[in-house]
């Protein structure tokens, strides 16, 4: 066996084989990890969950790349452990997969580094047949270094829609932040609206085609921003 593995529980095997007796399928729900209290250990099938659970989460995707697996994020500001012990459990919290992983430390802001990591755990000891996919698109994540990203060469942007950023800076910081929620609503509204122009109008803009989901030419109650910090 490798270094690292993963094990379907007693319970797990349980409720796979009454699964399959039944026609019915298993609810899988959260992905969890802990560290282990320190150091490593074998996992064991009778475990009825993690020896020192830190984090736990809803899956957020169940799909068959070249085996079955599940998925979750943990935030950026989600931190200061280290994981080394990883569970899945279904929707009444059984312990259907108990799995040994590399150490990996999960920072957060205040240690002056902060990262989202995705867990991947794949459910080869489980028959796919009992699994529902669940593949949801509307749910997307981009990560802090694809965001900043974008906005790093913001000054040679070139698009032809352009919003200026005092118009959603709410707390006048000079930048949309986490603190602002956009919902520009449908601009004219069969109506006059009046929009003042600032003393000044700061150098940083953000373009609207970026926000514009659904490419009607404005950003309105279709799409919700929190940008974060520019």
Known sequence: ??????????????????????????????????????SYYDPDINQPGLVNEYWRGEILEIGVDSQLYAKTLIPYDIGGFYTREIGVFDSENNLLIIGKQPETYKPVEGEGSI??????????????????????????????????????DYQNHTHPDLMPIWLYDTNSNGVVD?????????????????????????????????????????????????????
Not at 196 to 221: A, C, H, Q, R, W
């Open 1 to 38: 066996m490798s270094e690292f593995y993963s094990l379907i529980t007693n319970i797990g095997i349980q409720k796979v084989n009454e699964a399959l007796a039944n026609g019915s399928t298993i609810d899988l729900a959260f992905i969890a990890v802990g560290d282990s209290n320190g």
């Open 115 to 152: 990262k989202e990591l995705w867990v991947k755990v794949f459910l080869e000891a489980i028959n796919p047949d009992v699994i529902e996919l669940k593949i949801d698109p509307s749910i997307q994540y981009a990560t802090t270094e694809f965001v900043n990203n974008l906005f790093i």
């Open 178 to 230: 986490s603190c602002e929620f956009v919902d520009g609503g449908i601009f004219t509204d069969e109506q006059d609206i009046f929009v003042p122009e600032p003393p000044e109008v700061p150098e940083l803009i953000m373009s609207t085609t970026i926000y514009d989901k659904d490419n009607d030419g404005i950003v309105d109650e279709a799409e919700n921003i929190d940008a974060g910090e520019f």
